[in-house]
């Protein structure tokens, strides 16, 4: 095996998915990348009514973090989803989920699917699954497609998702009632609130919320 890596790094070298440094054929991104990724974010309070139980974030949605994001997101790099889960299963050790707790994602639209060819989310949480142990469900669906949020209002995201999302009853039927919502970006948080609600309203006993990052406006508001 090892003799096959070094062939596939001499003759088709890869690079990191932010900076375009050469990596090796095993890493996900360069040792300068890694060693930019913050600590985990202790402070994980957030103002307000919601109806999740809890929002844990990993770091804030800034710098190298906002990087691997948009990389992930916006330009095909789908081998990131494994970094994700290391850096969400890092947030599990210092919050633990509750005793029997399920993952689940935020779903995306059927349009969002044709542009990026993956459920980015879902992806994620799989890999998470697998690293932790957690079982994934698919409890989350798209029930009508909505405008694209990116770049309105909190007032016009909580419009946008009203109605949007319904849940897999057979599916939340095979839980405890705890759920782990993860998603990659807690921008207003209207997405996962709605999630929340949804589930809450099916029937869940728990929501909390994990995600990769924090948007500034937020976490000054936590």
């Not at 009514?49 to 095909?76: N, T």
């Not at 509750?98 to 060819?117: A, E, Q």
């Not at 690293?131 to 016009?156: A, D, H, M």
């Not at 998702?161 to 009632?177: A, D, F, Q």
Request: with cysteine; aromatic share 10%; charged share 25%.
């Amino acid at each position: 095996m090892c003799v096959l890596k070094d062939a596939l790094d001499l003759f088709f070298p890869k690079t990191c998915p932010v900076c375009g440094n050469v990596i090796s054929h095993d890493e996900l991104i360069c040792f300068q990348c890694r060693n930019e990724i913050p600590p985990v974010d202790m402070e994980n309070s957030l103002k307000g009514k919601w109806h999740f139980d809890g929002l844990f974030h990993r770091a804030k949605y800034e710098g190298i973090i906002s990087e691997f994001i948009r990389a992930y997101k916006y330009s095909q790099h789908s081998s990131l989803a494994t970094l994700f889960s290391e850096l969400l299963s890092e947030l599990f050790q210092i919050f633990p989920p509750l005793p029997n707790s399920v993952i689940t994602s935020v779903p995306i639209t059927f349009d969002s699917f044709k542009v990026k060819g993956f459920d980015h989310v879902r992806l994620i949480g799989e890999k998470l699954s697998n690293k932790t142990g957690l079982p994934f469900l698919n409890i989350l669906e798209v029930i009508s497609q909505r405008e694209k949020q990116v770049g309105s209002s909190k007032y016009e995201r909580r419009s946008l998702v009203n109605g949007k999302y319904g849940v897999k009853k057979e599916m939340l039927y095979k839980t405890s009632g705890n759920i782990i919502l993860i998603d990659d970006v807690f921008t207003t948080g209207s997405t996962v609130n709605e999630c929340a609600k949804v589930l809450k309203l099916a029937g869940a006993r728990s929501v909390y919320v994990y995600t990769i990052a924090l948007a500034k406006n937020m976490r000054d508001k936590a």
